[in-house]
């Protein structure tokens, strides 16, 4: 058996051309989706990733604004600007990259956030809602997996998935998803013994540990669909510099029915969802 691969960046393509046309018709009624992104310091991945999340708004007609602020400045400045844009009509959507500097304090910033605007769905009100099945923003990356499970037709009904990793980005409202679909979830973690035992009977494996090539062909059941989240570049060895997801992926596709790749898989993805929160939120705002 060799696994079908789900191509992320095609369905992101799809996704995004359907995301003109919404954007259009809100833009004509006076309601253009607007995103504010909010980077402190000077990360270079943070930077990548709010210039990309920038782009991907305005090839789709939103508009979107990034505000950067040195990384020794204070909360206060932040949490005053984010009070502003929580006020200000034209924007549907707030979102402030992670991590912040130390000297922060990231829970705070992120319920100083209207729950109504916050697209990453990080606001404690919005994991509540999520949690009671009934979500008003679904955080950006298991929205994406969710919307490839749809793609590849995979029915969750009954079946049994496996999540590693158990953070609030990723890992936790992912197994809530799965949940809500009707799977029967297992959560492993760092804390977990015997993981094979529990990723060798899953129909479904969600890999988001952060380590590279860490679920390896023999703890796959055969036909399994295998969803990559994790982005990791290699260190040493032949492939040094390269990137690579948490799952081996040539060993894996070789026992999986479905398999994403790294790069090309969920990450494309990750910022299509946020694209698909704030035109949703400027629906609502509009009455849609």
Do not use: W
């Amino acid at each position: 058996m060799t696994a079908q691969i789900l191509d992320g960046n095609a369905l992101a393509q799809e996704l995004r051309a359907s995301f003109k046309e919404r954007v259009a018709a809100l833009t004509a009624k006076g309601h253009k989706p607007g995103l504010v992104v909010i980077l402190v310091g000077e990360d270079p991945a943070s930077q990548v990733y709010v210039r990309n999340k920038v782009n991907a708004c305005e090839a789709v007609g939103m508009y979107s604004e990034k505000l950067v602020y040195p990384a020794d400045v204070d909360q206060a400045v932040v949490l005053a600007k984010i009070a502003e844009l929580n006020a200000d009509p034209q924007v549907h959507g707030i979102l402030v990259q992670l991590p912040l500097p130390g000297h922060f304090d990231e829970a705070a910033v992120l319920e100083a956030i209207s729950a109504a605007k916050d697209v990453d769905g990080f606001h404690a009100e919005n994991v509540g809602a999520l949690a009671q099945g009934n979500p008003r923003f679904i955080p950006c990356t298991p929205y994406g997996v969710m919307k490839m499970f749809e793609k590849g037709n995979v029915d969750l009904t009954g079946k049994e998935a496996v999540v590693i990793g158990r953070s609030n980005i990723v890992g936790k409202p992912m197994a809530l998803l799965l949940i809500n679909a009707g799977a029967t979830v297992t959560v492993c973690h760092s804390k977990t013994r015997d993981l094979k035992f529990h990723t060798s009977r899953a129909d479904i494996i969600v890999a988001a540990v952060g380590k590279p090539r860490f679920v390896t062909a023999d703890m796959v059941k055969p036909g399994a669909v295998v969803i990559d989240v994790g982005i990791n570049r290699l260190q040493d060895g032949p492939d040094a510099g390269k990137l690579c997801g948490d799952v081996d992926f040539e060993g894996c596709k070789a026992v999986a029915s479905l398999i994403t790749p790294v790069p090309g898989g969920v990450g494309p993805m990750t910022i299509t969802m946020l694209l698909a929160n704030t035109i949703e939120a400027a629906e609502r705002e509009a009455g849609l």
